[in-house]
């Protein structure tokens, strides 16, 4: 009787011990999750984005024309915006240039952008920080605008083949991926992305509506491509000078104005 008294409480004992670790475990989880949301959000915006710590002529010129090119997209004007970001490109050999492949789908050049985006990829998967997820989502959508399906799917690197920890990615993304390769139907994915009314402060909801409506953009299916885009793009979440206010608006704009 002793011996099971004793078991009994050793086992509590652990039980107890694991629930705290693996609460523990979680915590530091979502505080990764969130410090990776931030840098795939900070990815975005214009000001100071691109650090030139060489004096290289070429690179001052990279930064200028990236960032003025940025500056234009986010006052409305597109054309002159992938202007100055098509000269950033011709003086670019290392650092990445996403917001040019976001701004060339969303005008439907979607081979320019699946190479843009598949040369940032590259870029910042080269660092070995992070898995670029959200781009990898951008070509993917790009490649089925052209009719590459399985290159599409094979794009998301879904099996972790270039081996970057995916614990430094947000959970949610990592979803989101999965969603794309079709191993997660809708229902469930529109349950992971919550109900618009909930408390939206990790931005799942934002995210999460405004990528689902780039999947079914990219599979040309119009009206549901119109339902999940219209939450983000209606959203006071960013500030005006924030490309992530910008890019759901343009895209909406660009697949369904009044004119079109």
């Known amino acids: 009787l002793c011996l099971i008294i004793v078991f009994v409480r050793s086992f509590y004992h652990i039980q107890h011990n694991f629930r705290f670790l693996s609460k523990t475990l979680y915590n530091f ?26 004096t290289n002529s070429a690179l001052n010129s990279f930064r200028e024309y990236a960032k003025r090119g940025i500056e234009r997209f986010q006052k409305g004007d597109h054309d002159g915006a992938i202007a100055d970001l098509d ?10 240039l996403q917001q040019r492949g976001i701004i060339l789908y969303c005008l439907g050049r979607y081979d320019c952008a699946e190479r843009q985006l598949n040369d940032d990829i590259r870029k910042l998967e080269s660092m070995k920080f992070s898995k670029a997820v959200d781009l990898r989502l951008w070509r993917s959508a790009a490649l089925n605008k052209l009719g590459k399906f399985e290159e ?4 998301l690197d879904v ?6 920890p995916l614990v430094y990615q947000s959970l949610f993304m990592n979803t989101t991926l999965l969603f794309y390769h079709g191993d997660i139907p809708v229902d469930e994915m529109i349950d992971i992305v919550g109900d618009p009314r909930d408390n939206d402060l ?7 509506n ?17 339902a ?9 979440r960013y500030p ?3 490309m992530w206010y910008q890019v759901p608006r343009f895209l909406y704009s660009q697949r369904f104005s009044e004119s079109s």
């Not at 099996?159 to 970057?164: A, T």
């Not at 990790?202 to 999460?208: D, E």
């Not at 999940?228 to 006071?236: A, D, G, Q, Y």
């Open 228 to 236: 999940f885009l219209s939450i983000p793009s209606e959203s006071s």
């Open 159 to 164: 099996e972790n083949r270039i081996g970057i």
């Open 152 to 155: 599409a799917k094979l794009a």
């Open 29 to 54: 989880q979502f505080q990764k999750n969130q410090f990776a949301r931030r840098n795939n959000e900070d990815m975005y915006r214009a000001d100071d984005d691109f650090e030139c710590v060489d």
């Open 240 to 242: 005006e000078r924030d």
């Open 202 to 208: 990790p931005g799942v909801h934002f995210f999460g």
């Open 210 to 226: 405004f990528f689902m409506g780039l999947y079914y953009d990219s599979i040309g299916e119009p009206m549901l491509a119109q």
């Open 87 to 96: 000269k950033a490109a011709m003086y670019n050999n290392s650092q990445p």
